[in-house]
């Protein structure tokens, strides 16, 4: 003590400087927090306190906003902050704002925390990255689908454990998918050489997760000292090594296609080869950049496809007739094709029963609670007046209009019938009212189901994913029988719901058989 009082004595200017810039730094963002929100009434003070009360709470909270202020702009406090909750009565005439107003971008990178993670590339090449997935990918889905048919039905073939030839087997599907679909889509991404190498598989299957669990870790830091977060936390360089180990994967081979296009040889048609063609052609060379866009639709595509297909898959294999009755459309879709046992995009369309489940088990089981994520870069003033300050992030709800009986009748059970009725029965009640019954197809988006985002940064992956799951549905359900496990086997589905998130019970198994000679 003697000899800290004179320490203490001499330093204390300094020492009050230190407490007013940390209690400042620490303060002045909740002050500010406060007058941007405090005229928007908040929802869920009673789940107000240590974050696992919203985390786990999450689908009550949005549930119960939709129900009592589903008109009314309000707020959500969820552990990253303030979350204003839009109805959807806005939501037509907030799609039309342009991005320097109400911009997707932004809401994204604040809620991944990308100054410390570093997954969004710079604005401009995030916005190539898109726009060949919209553009470049889904135009050439007709071309590229018989090779695809293809690599489908060779992934399928190698992946499903080989014990499913002599008998039943438990399987966990969910695993099982997140490979293929890994496979699948690198496909496309990276071509068919490279999509099986560990490189590219350790980044498909494991970068997704790991940036999952280091944004949290991220968000536990206060603002004030996030930058430091980097030094303290190995799971932040974790996500790094990620980037250097893919970098190193595709600078050789971004290389090799740039001699070969000197060379005026053939180009494959992937994504990095459509990535690299518009990279090229404004004089961006670095293959760091060209890395962080393709791990960018590595994250957007692997495991969004894997928990729907899961969803789908345990849905399906708990109503055997529902998979008999799949079965047989697929068969009768493809004998009256007349394909080469490739399928076709115009075969996928035609499967409208299995297209009718998918949308259906995406209605019960959508992959996040709210959609139309934003942020507001202007102050927005509504055609009635509504206003919404700059500077929020807002959201729909999703979940909790996909359950509305007004909209869905009877939404708590599932009905595989529900969307091929309404599509092929004109007769069939449609709440919507809908001009074009089309609407109700998987990839349709619509304010009544935003399970790929709306408006005009709505998915553009959504066809290529809605080809991808047709495929490895119809190639798992010709050669394979499927039935549900029992409870003590590993079958009792408990889906995880963490915040907005939403996905399937990893570790439930279903039992497949590898199929015997059928009528
Ligand atoms: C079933 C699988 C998928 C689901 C559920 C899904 C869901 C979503 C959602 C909710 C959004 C945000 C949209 C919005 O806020 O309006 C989104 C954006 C995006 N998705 Fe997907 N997605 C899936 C598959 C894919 C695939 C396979 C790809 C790439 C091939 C992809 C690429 C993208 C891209 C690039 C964006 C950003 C679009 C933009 O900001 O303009 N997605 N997705």
């Known amino acids: 003590m003697d000899t800290l009082l004179p ?16 209690a400042g730094g620490y303060a002045w963002p909740r002050f500010l927090s406060y007058l941007r929100y405090c005229k928007i009434p908040v929802l869920n003070t009673k789940y107000d306190g240590p974050p696992e009360n919203f985390l786990f709470h999450s689908a009550k909270v949005y549930e119960e906003g939709y129900r009592t202020r589903r008109n009314d702009v309000h707020r959500i406090i969820a552990p990253d902050g303030e979350h204003v909750v839009i109805p959807n009565r806005y939501l037509d005439e907030l799609r039309e704002r342009p991005d320097d107003e109400v911009d997707v971008l932004t809401a994204f990178m604040k809620v991944m925390e990308n100054d410390y993670i570093h997954l969004f590339p710079c604005h401009h090449n995030t916005h190539i990255a898109n726009s060949v997935v919209k553009k470049e990918l889904t135009r050439s889905l007709a071309k590229i689908n018989p090779a695809l048919s293809r690599a489908v039905a060779e992934t399928v073939a190698s992946e499903m454990p080989a014990e499913c030839d002599s008998g039943w087997t438990p399987v966990n599907i969910n695993a099982v998918l997140l490979r293929m679909v890994a496979i ?28 999952t669990m280091a944004v949290p870790i991220v968000k536990r830091w206060t603002k004030l000292i996030r930058p430091l977060a980097k030094y303290f936390e190995p799971q932040l360089a974790k996500v790094q090594a990620h980037r250097a180990r893919m970098r190193d994967f595709l600078a050789p081979v ?49 495991h969004t496809t894997t928990l729907t297909t899961t969803f789908i898959l345990h849905d399906m294999v708990a109503r055997p007739d529902v998979v008999e009755a799949c079965r047989q459309e697929i068969k009768h879709v493809l004998a009256a094709s007349g394909d080469d046992g490739s399928m076709s995009t115009h075969a996928l369309f035609n499967m409208k029963l299995v297209d009718s489940v998918m949308r259906e088990s995406q209605r019960m089981n959508p992959p996040f609670l709210d959609s139309f994520r934003r942020y507001t870069l202007k102050p927005v003033t509504l055609r009635d007046g509504t206003f919404i300050p700059a500077g929020c992030l807002i959201e729909a709800a999703n979940k909790a209009v996909l359950m509305d009986p007004d909209i869905y009748p009877d939404p708590a059970t599932f009905d595989p019938y529900r969307f091929v009725r309404l599509r092929t029965n004109a007769d069939a009640p449609d709440p919507l009212a809908y001009k074009n019954r089309e609407q109700y197809q998987f990839v349709s988006v619509t304010k009544e189901n935003m399970s790929f985002g709306f408006g005009r940064h709505a998915c553009p992956g959504r066809f290529f994913a809605a080809n991808e799951i047709k495929l ?47 009528a």
């Open 254 to 302: 971004i290389a090799e296609r740039k001699a070969k296009k000197a060379r005026g040889d053939t180009m494959p048609e992937d994504t990095l080869q459509w990535m690299l063609d518009k990279t090229e052609a404004e004089g961006i060379t670095d293959a760091t950049e060209l890395t962080n866009m393709q791990l960018l639709l590595t994250m957007a595509a692997i």
């Open 184 to 211: 699948i889509s690198g496909h496309v991404f990276v071509g068919p050489e490279l999509c099986r190498r560990p490189e590219y598989l350790d980044a498909a299957v494991n970068f997704t997760t790991d940036i």
């Open 472 to 518: 490895i549905l119809a190639n798992l359900l010709l050669n394979y029988d499927l039935r549900l496990a029992a409870a003590g086997e590993g079958g009792l589905a408990k889906d995880v719901v963490l915040g907005s998130g939403v996905g399937p019970d990893p570790s439930r198994v279903i039992l497949f058989r590898k199929a015997r000679a059928r």
């Open 7 to 22: 320490l203490l004595d001499r330093h204390l200017p300094a020492l009050v400087l230190a407490g007013i810039v940390i």
